[in-house]
Nanobody, 126 residues
Framework: VQLQAFGGGLVQAGGSLRLSCVASGRTLSTYVTGWFRQAPGKHREFVAAITRSGSSTYYADSVKGRFTISRDNAKNTVYLQMNKMKPEDTAVYYC????????????????????WGQGTLVTVSS
């Protein structure tokens, strides 16, 4: 499966953006999908994950209550709605997917994801 992330841009603190991760080549509904981000000078970190059906979602503590991951399997797309954004949310955001059955033991671990999009830059100004 090939993944492409869209929707990054510049937003003021307190504002919102919605990122999209569009899949091609395979049906995205067969993949657990996650979002990760890498801020300047920092390691890439987990942001959110969603199970194949979309029935369960998981978030990093830093975004819980502000970000929402969702999926539209008919459109082969996973979304990340980002609200109440903060300057510390500034990063390149990547979507990732794995064919593995979902497990609480791995969903935050980058190496467990087999497919990655190219990243989209999000900048939050103060």
């Amino acid at each position: 499966v090939q993944l492409q992330a869209f929707g990054g841009g510049l937003v003021q603190a307190g504002g919102s953006l919605r990122l999209s991760c569009v899949a091609s080549g395979r049906t995205l509904s067969t993949y657990v999908t996650g979002w990760f981000r890498q801020a300047p000078g920092k390691h890439r970190e987990f942001v959110a994950a969603i199970t194949r059906s979309g029935s369960s979602t998981y978030y990093a503590d830093s975004v819980k209550g502000r970000f929402t991951i969702s999926r539209d399997n008919a459109k082969n797309t996973v979304y990340l709605q980002m609200n109440k954004m903060k300057p510390e949310d500034t990063a390149v955001y990547y979507c990732a997917a794995t064919i593995r059955p979902f497990s609480l033991s791995y969903y935050v671990t980058q190496s467990e994801y087999d497919y990655w999009g190219q990243g989209t830059l999000v900048t939050v100004s103060s």
